[in-house]
């Protein structure tokens, strides 16, 4: 208790960021189902009699060899179409943190703890399962990723009247677990490293940076530098999907006072995050999937040897355990130390429902899966059963949970759309706002 104000978790937070939230929920939504879409067409096809087909295109390459581009689709899957998704991210976090509600410290430090919570138990689990496993190691990373796109299309079936404030909770912990991972690939799935590029890659970074905080919108000077940007991060051996976060993180969100000033309109980065986001989650996201998640089942047979691996059997657990243990511990460790309590309506059971679902750690796991033991392996064949298997596991039991809690968020939602006097704002929104200022 602070001032005589107690503390809450998970409330409603602003009508503005409640309504600018739903938008991008719902264009995640609709790339969730593309991307199961994509997911399902790669594994009939992979396992289909015309399979040769799907490892023949996973296999043409394109790009200029004088560039070192000459690289096949699975790669620049990877690599290419990635890093659009994480620029997506990049202006997502950097809009959260300076614009939107999580500014507020005692806001951002729920999905904060929680994404780090999510990070730490999985892969602490996963190094407990594989102790002992030859190589193992490499993959610690995998089961720590939480698939935006994935769980929220899973929410579109199960969660449909999901409180807004759990739905902002989901979603700022995906952002950033995104940051996470980008910083994990970055420090430990580096190779070769070559410096020369990687400083050199600078020069564009700054040019880019310095346009954009100018507010130019010009893509006939701005991609080319962004292209740049990201040639030169590929070629340094680090992974090409960093330069998307820094290309992200470099764009301003607040209008300059010259425009008038915060309160005048969106800054530079929602207009780019509204012209990329269906790019990202309707076609990049989707297109790695396809490329990346064809894997040869084998039967029953062969899939129960896959699954028996004990590096397939430490990302489920990962996934499925791990993830939501570390979630919960650290968001009622948040609660007990800050002597909050859960909003009016909520019980911890719901926090468990997104802790699990939270395990659907998809598109990022398999990427770390390809960088830790390489694309058409052996065990990136098992790593991408394991990822599979654990996101359905953690779907499937999430699904139970939220559905079980369907009338508690029929009741929060019926309030949260009430508009009696019929203003287009909810009544409990405004009601929120008089409490703020008195």
Do not use: C
């Not at 960021?17 to 879409?37: D, M, Q, S, V």
């Not at 990329?276 to 996201?285: C, E, I, M, Q, T």
């Amino acid at each position: 208790m602070i001032n005589g104000v107690r503390r809450t978790l998970f409330d409603r937070g602003s009508w503005a960021e409640a309504g600018r939230i739903a938008g991008i929920l719902r264009k995640e939504t609709i790339g969730g189902a593309l991307l199961l879409a994509g997911a399902a067409a790669a594994l009939i096809w992979a396992n289909s009699p015309w399979s040769a087909g799907y490892e023949a295109l996973r296999g043409v390459t394109v790009g200029p060899a004088a560039l070192h581009l000459d690289l096949d689709l699975a790669t620049w899957a990877a690599d290419g179409l990635l890093a659009i998704f994480f620029f997506v991210a990049g202006l997502e976090l950097k809009r959260e943190f300076v614009a939107g509600d999580l500014r507020h410290v005692r806001r951002a430090a729920v999905p904060v703890a929680a994404a780090f919570g999510g990070v730490l138990v999985p892969a602490a689990l996963y190094l407990l399962v594989t102790r002992g496993t030859s190589g193992a190691a490499a993959g610690w990373a995998i089961p720590t990723a939480t698939d935006i796109a994935f769980a929220l299309a899973v929410l579109a079936v199960v969660g449909r009247f999901l409180p807004t404030a759990l739905r902002t909770f989901l979603l700022t912990l995906a952002v950033v677990d995104d940051l996470i991972a980008i910083v994990i690939i970055a420090l430990f799935y580096t190779s070769d490293l070559a410096p020369v590029p990687l400083l050199a890659a600078l020069a564009p970074l700054a040019a880019f940076t310095a346009l954009v905080q100018r507010r130019v919108r010009s893509w006939w000077l701005l991609l080319p530098l962004a292209f740049a940007v990201w040639a030169l991060v590929h070629a340094s051996g680090v992974h090409a999907t960093v330069a998307g976060v820094l290309l992200g993180f470099a764009v301003p969100v607040l209008r300059s006072r010259r425009a008038g000033g915060p309160e005048a309109g969106p800054g530079l980065a929602e207009h780019f995050e509204h012209l990329f986001r269906p790019l990202s989650a309707g076609v990049a996201v989707p297109l790695f999937a396809f490329l990346s998640a064809g894997v040869t089942l084998g039967g029953l047979s062969g899939l129960a040897t896959a699954l028996s691996d004990p590096i397939a059997i430490g990302i489920v657990a990962g996934l499925v355990v791990g993830k939501p243990i570390g979630i919960m511990v650290a968001t009622w460790l948040v609660a007990r130390f800050t002597r909050a309590h859960l909003d009016e309506g909520l019980a911890w059971v719901d926090v468990l429902g997104l802790a699990i679902l939270s395990g659907v750690g998809f598109t990022v796991s398999l990427l770390i899966g390809e960088l830790a033991f390489g694309i058409g392996t052996e065990r990136d064949a098992h790593v991408k059963l394991a990822v599979l298997a654990g996101s359905l596991a953690a779907t499937l039991i999430a699904a139970v949970i939220l559905r079980l809690r369907g009338r508690v968020y029929r009741r929060i939602h019926e309030i949260e759309t009430a508009d009696l006097d019929r203003d287009r704002v909810p009544d409990v929104y405004q009601q929120s706002a008089a409490t703020d200022r008195a």
